[in-house]
């Protein structure tokens, strides 16, 4: 009985401690645990600069000339051509934003730009009737004229009104590429197409979104007709191109470019006396002289008018 005693007690006491021991452990894994750095509990660093992320006005930058244009006036080369001379007289230097006329606009109206060189003068003149301009002078013109391929599917060859051109364009579905961009060969072509009371959609019309050279690469590339103004088009003539003048002398084609400065109320940034001093340059018949030379060693012909006040005056027009 006594030894039964003995080896009851044994086993309580060896359980006893394998208990004990397992116990242990167990206890460790009850420590709380370990709190995390203190950067990551705190808010992001990176939050703060949202209290400052409205748009910031335009910094005035004295000796600097902003001016927003259309793109035919870039890629037509005369803007290369005749700002150095109003660099170099007036000791400032220009940076030009060539965009679409409406985009050009739209840069004056939020005050991102000093002066205004475009060509929609419907467009022009609410510009001014709304105060956003205090000054708007006459400048050149040119004119648009419809390009094609040589093999001129519809047939518009010769056709004295851009309106039955593009009517025959429509008709036949021949492929056609619009600037689509809302700028001043944009508003004169979608003008013809209200004449021509056609409305255009289909496969056959790519509104592209893009600026003149690159609706004439675009146009030649799928053998499509598109408007372009006669500057831009000849100019692409001596990089290589196979579409070809199929309408032109149209009165409806007349393309007249104007300059204006934008007013100097809607930011502190506009250079108002630079912006008048550019236009007194450049409608100054020196100036309008070399307009009128511009293009004609390489084309035989100008690529702009000279139209300015002055010049008229000068001339007798």
């Not at 309580?12 to 370990?34: D, H, N, Q, Y």
């Not at 400052?52 to 335009?58: D, G, N």
């Not at 002078?137 to 593009?166: H, Q, R, W």
């Not at 008048?276 to 100054?284: A, G, L, R, T």
């Amino acid at each position: 009985m006594n030894k039964k005693l003995n080896v009851l007690f044994s086993l309580v006491v060896f359980l006893a401690i394998a208990l004990t021991a397992c116990a242990g452990p167990a206890a460790v894994t009850e420590v709380p645990p370990i709190e995390l750095p203190a950067e990551t509990t705190q808010p992001p660093a990176t939050e703060a600069p949202q209290a400052t992320a409205e748009p910031t006005e335009r910094v005035r930058e004295e000796g600097k000339l902003v001016l927003a244009t259309t793109t035919s006036t870039q890629d037509s080369g005369l803007l290369d051509y005749l700002l150095p001379d109003f660099e170099k007289q007036f000791g400032v230097k220009v940076d030009v934003i060539a965009v679409g006329t409406g985009q050009a606009i739209a840069l004056g109206e939020d005050g991102n730009a000093d002066v205004l060189l475009v060509h929609a003068r419907a467009r022009e003149d609410e510009f001014m009737n709304a105060g956003h301009g205090t000054r708007r002078e006459d400048v050149m013109y040119n004119d648009f004229v419809i390009l094609g391929p040589e093999s001129d599917p519809a047939g518009i060859k010769g056709t004295t009104s851009t309106a039955e051109a593009f009517k025959k364009i429509a008709e036949t579905q021949s492929p056609f590429i619009s600037r689509g961009d809302e700028s001043g060969t944009h508003t004169k072509e979608l003008s013809i197409w209200k004449k021509a009371e056609v409305e255009p959609a289909g496969d056959w019309y790519v509104s592209a979104g893009q600026g003149m050279g690159e609706v004439l690469t675009m146009a030649n590339e799928q053998q499509a007709y598109t408007l372009s103004d006669r500057a831009t088009y000849l100019a692409r003539t001596k990089e290589g191109t196979e579409l070809v003048i199929l309408v032109e002398g149209d009165k409806d084609l007349f393309n007249p470019y104007g300059v204006i400065a934008v007013n100097p109320d809607k930011s502190p940034a506009i250079q108002a006396e630079l912006a008048n001093q550019f236009i007194d340059w450049i409608v100054s018949v020196p100036t309008q002289e070399k307009i009128g030379e511009f293009g004609k060693e390489d084309f035989g012909q100008s690529l702009f008018v000279p139209d300015s006040a002055a010049w008229r005056a000068e001339h007798g027009g």
